[in-house]
């Protein structure tokens, strides 16, 4: 089962830059896949396509059976909730709790529900204290905090997120892949996109890997220790896939990693009766 279909999907921006050309991808429901690439490579355009912030101009995009267009952009936009990598292109409200109802009031929902959802929102990436400041008020991270818990907000059943690491400290970012990871065992569908192998290596089912707009190769997250393909991409490869390239063993976090290396035991030698 897919929860996004690109079909031949090519964009030049307004000035003529090209930016994505013949994308053909399935995402599958219920996974995390990791979209890859250098700078440049069309991972923010392609993001944007997913909810119809730029819509298709060659090609198209199907959100659960649902294709992308003008028509469709309300139901669009409640199954997918969109996380921007500049946390300034989605907070506009005068307060941080304003910011996070806004999606949950244009669905017109009743105001206690909302009020909980806020509420809800805010614990999850505990930035309560932060309810009644304004957003331009704050530092980078507690932005993205704000913005985060906007979506987290709305419940959409597809998360396209672009960068959603950047400028968080790693023990909120390591809560923020908790919180993702338990809306995933619930059902969503996660589609981020970073330029960091080592995270993707460690926690995406699938990898899309990018060049200069085109798709170069996509499938398991195992696709991370072709070193070929990665230097293709001008990626560099895990430290982890680098470490442990003539090991049978494949680890893909610190922690395993660490087991495996831990000393063993001596094994006593038995004695000879
Ligand atoms: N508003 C724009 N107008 C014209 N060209 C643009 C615009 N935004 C992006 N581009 C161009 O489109 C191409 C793809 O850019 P995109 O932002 O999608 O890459 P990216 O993979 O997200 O890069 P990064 O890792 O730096 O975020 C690049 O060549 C870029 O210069
Ligand atoms: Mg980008």
């Known amino acids: 089962m897919f929860a996004l279909e690109i079909k031949n999907l090519s964009y030049s921006y307004p000035d003529r830059t090209p930016a994505l050309e013949d994308i053909n991808l399935k995402i599958k429901a219920g996974k995390k896949t990791a979209i890859l690439g250098a700078n440049g490579s069309g991972k923010t355009t392609l993001v ?76 999850k990436v505990t930035i309560e204290d932060l309810a009644d400041r304004p957003p331009y008020c704050l530092s980078l991270g507690q932005k993205k905090r704000a913005a985060i818990a906007g979506l987290l907000a709305m419940e959409p059943r597809i998360l396209a997120c672009d960068e959603p690491f950047s400028g968080l400290d790693p023990i ?46 996509c499938g398991s997250y195992d696709l991370l220790r072709d070193e070929n393909l990665l230097q293709h991409a001008s990626l560099p490869l895990p430290m982890l896939a680098q470490l442990f390239k003539h090991s049978k063993e494949q680890p893909r976090t610190m922690e395993e990693a660490a087991v495996l290396l831990e000393p063993q035991p001596q094994v006593s030698q038995a004695k000879n009766f």
Not at 53 to 71: D, Y
Request: net charge negative.
């Open 48 to 123: 944007y396509h997913i909810n119809g912030i730029i819509p298709a101009l060659e090609g198209g995009v199907t959100v659960l059976g649902l294709p992308v267009c003008k028509e469709n952009l309300q139901l669009v936009r409640q199954a997918v909730g969109l996380l921007f990598d500049s946390p300034d292109n989605q907070l506009f409200s005068t307060t941080v709790s304003g910011d996070i109802a806004f999606g949950p009031r244009n669905l017109k929902l009743d105001p206690v529900v909302i009020d909980q959802k806020v509420h809800d929102a805010m614990q």
């Open 172 to 217: 909120v970012a390591g809560q923020f892949r908790e919180i993702l990871d338990e809306l995933i065992e619930k059902g969503s569908t996660l589609l981020y996109s970073t330029h960091d192998v080592n995270l993707a290596y460690a926690w995406a089912d699938e990898v899309v890997l990018m060049k200069e707009g085109r798709v170069l190769s």
